[in-house]
């Protein structure tokens, strides 16, 4: 139990990493090409959303962490197809287009794949390399 609190702590942490990650290039965007800004923020969205639920979920397989992850991202993506004013009013704010987006794009399904794709090589590389399966 107590390598289990361990990796969550770790995957807690690169979950934080990410999202300063995230929001240093969305920030500094001017520092970046357009082709980074434009799919880099939804890659890492889809990283944190892998490491979030490995936080949860650490004795879970990676291949399903990845497609819980991607189905998450997915559905937010899809969700952006829908322009209720309810939702619309959440995606004015900062909180709620930071975690929602606003305007659904093929690109952003590809960045997500992308990015859970990488954040799962990275993961079963590393578990690889220690004592916990997945």
Known sequence: ????NRFSLVYFIIVLSVIALGLFVRIKAALFPDIINL???DALYAVMM???YSTLLPLKKSAS???LALLTCYCIE???LCNAPYINAIRATLP??????QGFLWSDILAYSIGVSV???IDMFWRSRTKISG
Not at 96 to 101: A, V
């Open 39 to 41: 799919y880099l923020g």
């Open 119 to 121: 954040a799962l090589g």
């Open 78 to 80: 899809l969700s952006q």
């Open 1 to 4: 139990m107590k390598q289990i």
């Open 65 to 67: 962490r990845a497609m």
């Open 50 to 52: 892998f490491y979030i």
């Open 96 to 101: 709620g287009r930071l975690i929602l987006g």
